[in-house]
T-cell receptor, first 119, second 115 residues
């Protein structure tokens, strides 16, 4: 099946620094990717929708200047957490859908997630 | 998106069948029923989906009620590797295409499998 690769799997950074997380669709083109955040013992919360070649769409309450999303190619989206603070520590997960399959009930594929710890 | 309701947790013994219920009384006629599961410290993975008819694949079966207001994910023989959070999600048609693939996760059901 289709694979979405997320890198890094985990990262520890100092407060005030920026961290970039990559999400790649390895064997299909994804014009749209999604970024989720998951706090311990909670469900996934959608942060933003990343569209290739255009600006990302952010969910209500998500700061677009803090969580920079770039979707420069059909196989790569990046999420940069700028000026990270301890409260940004979370599990970040991306997902993508193979538009090539062309039907609305197509399954979504998820990356393995990135555990961010800000100290 | 229409809402789903799942039990917070369920337990099973290894090699026994598991029936995970999901209620979706406000489902619309064009909503697909999707199931994903999330193993500890991993991203979710697709399990199965359906519209009206029951569905089977190598991982599980999906039984959909005739009125489509509920569904049941069936794991025929639970293994320790099936211990995960199971999410039942409704996906409707997406206008404009920009939210194609967008999933709204509820709290899911935590499945514990005992040896």
């Amino acid at each position: 099946g289709a694979v979405v690769s997320q890198h890094p799997s985990w990262v520890i950074c100092k407060s005030g620094t920026s961290v970039k997380i990559e999400c790649r669709s390895l064997d299909f083109q994804a014009t749209t990717m999604f970024w989720y955040r998951q706090f311990p013992k909670q469900s996934l919360m959608l942060m933003a929708t990343s569209n290739e070649g255009s600006k990302a769409t952010y969910e209500q309450g998500v700061e677009k200047d803090k969580f920079l999303i770039n979707h420069a190619s059909l196989t790569l989206s990046t999420l940069t957490v700028t000026s990270a603070h301890p409260e940004d520590s979370s599990f970040y997960i991306c997902s993508a859908v193979d538009r090539g399959q062309g039907v609305r009930d197509t399954e979504a594929f998820f990356g393995q997630g990135t555990r961010l710890t800000v100290v | 998106d229409a809402k789903t309701t799942q039990p917070n947790s369920m337990e099973s013994n290894e090699e026994e069948p598991v029936h995970l219920p999901c209620n979706h009384s406000t489902i619309s006629g064009t909503d697909y029923i999707h199931w994903y599961r999330q193993l500890p410290s991993q991203g979710p993975e697709y399990v199965i989906h359906g519209l009206t008819s029951n569905v089977n694949n190598r991982m599980a079966s999906l039984a959909i009620a005739e009125d489509r207001k509920s569904s049941t994910l069936i794991l025929h023989r639970a293994t320790l590797r099936d211990a995960a959070v199971y999410y039942c999600i409704l996906r409707g048609p997406t206008a404009g295409g920009t939210s194609y693939g967008k999933l709204t996760f509820g709290q899911g059901t935590i499945l514990t499998v005992h040896p």
